[in-house]
C-alpha cells in the first residue's frame, strides 16, 4: 500500500472538467471563445524553463524543461492511439536512472481506469481508479475493490476533500486488516486552469520544476487550486486579459526564499 501510494503521488488524472471528454481544451469554468495553449515557461528571472510541442489537433507532443545552461533538462513525450493519449514517456538527461513510461488503460466509455508505470520494460507500480455517475473521479482502488483514496467534490468542480485509508501497524490481536484515515482539504480559485493540451487526460506535471505536493488533486480539479489546508502551502495567481494565470507562485507555510518561486506563463491563440 505505501509503495502505491508514492507512485501514486508522483503522477495524476483529470476527469469531468468539460462536458465532452474527448475536448483537446476542456473549458475551466469560462465560456470565452478564445482557446490558448501554453506555449513557454520562464522563471521569475526571466530564463526560459519549459518549452511545449502540439500536433495538428492541438494534443501534447513534447514537454522540454531547460537548466541554467539552457539545455534539456527532462521531457515528458506523448504517444496517441485512437486521439488518446496511450503511453507517455518521461526522459532525464541528468539521472537515466529514474526514466520511465506510464501506459493509460481505458474503458469503453473512454474513461481511465487503470495506469501501468514501466521502467525498462517492467512493470513497477499501477493504479486504478473508479468513478461517478457524473464521471467525475471517486477513488483509486486496489486489486479487491478497496476504495484507499477516495474524493469528494461537495457538489463542485473542485476535489475539495480527499481521505486516504493507511494500513495501520498497530498490533490488533487478530488477522483483520486494520486502517487509519488521513484526510486533505484544499481551496480554489474560480479561474481556469492553463491548457496544455492534454484535454482531460492528465497523468503528469506540466508546470516545469513545480514539485509534485498535491499534485492527485490539484489534476482532477477544473480550476486552480490555491491552499493546501493542512500544509499550509499557498498558491498566487495573476492573471491575464483572458482570465488565465500568468504568474504562479509557490509559498511554503514557514518558509522563506531569496526571491519568489514564481513561474511566468507564455501563451498561443488557436482555434
Known amino acids: 500500500m505505501k509503495k502505491i501510494l508514492f507512485l501514486f ?18 473549458d475551466h469554468g469560462n465560456n470565452s471563445q478564445k482557446k490558448f495553449l501554453v506555449s513557454r515557461i520562464f522563471d521569475y ?34 504517444e496517441y492511439e485512437n486521439g488518446k493519449a496511450k503511453n507517455i514517456k518521461y526522459i532525464d538527461y541528468k539521472y537515466p536512472q529514474f526514466n520511465h513510461n506510464i501506459v493509460l488503460i481505458y474503458n469503453t466509455d473512454g474513461k481511465i481506469i487503470r495506469d501501468e508505470t514501466y521502467q525498462y520494460g517492467k512493470l513497477i507500480g499501477f493504479k486504478n481508479y473508479a468513478y461517478y455517475s457524473n464521471g467525475k473521479l471517486k477513488a483509486m482502488v486496489d486489486q479487491a475493490g478497496l476504495e484507499w483514496y477516495s474524493v469528494d467534490y461537495n457538489n463542485t468542480v473542485n476535489a475539495l476533500h480527499t481521505t486516504i485509508l493507511m494500513e495501520d501497524d498497530g498490533d490488533l490481536g487478530n488477522t483483520a486488516t486494520a486502517y487509519r484515515e488521513i484526510f486533505r482539504d484544499f481551496r480554489y480559485d474560480d479561474k481556469k486552469k492553463p491548457d496544455f493540451g492534454l484535454g482531460t487526460v492528465f497523468q503528469i506535471e506540466p508546470l516545469p520544476y513545480f514539485g509534485d505536493e498535491a499534485l492527485f488533486e490539484k489534476n482532477i480539479s477544473c480550476n486552480n487550486m490555491t491552499t493546501f489546508i ?42
Open 9 to 26: 503521488i508522483a503522477v495524476g488524472i483529470i476527469a469531468g472538467c468539460s462536458k465532452d471528454d474527448e475536448s483537446n481544451s476542456p
Open 45 to 78: 528571472n526571466n530564463n526560459l524553463r519549459a518549452v511545449y510541442t502540439y500536433n495538428d489537433s492541438n494534443r501534447l507532443l513534447k514537454r522540454e524543461t531547460k537548466d541554467d545552461a539552457n539545455n534539456p533538462s527532462s521531457d515528458y513525450e506523448i
Open 230 to 271: 493542512g500544509s499550509g502551502t499557498q498558491w498566487i495567481y495573476e492573471y491575464n486579459d483572458d482570465g488565465l494565470p500568468k504568474t504562479i507562485e509557490t509559498r511554503w507555510k514557514d518558509i522563506e526564499t531569496a526571491e519568489p518561486m514564481m513561474l511566468r506563463l507564455e501563451y498561443t491563440e488557436y482555434k
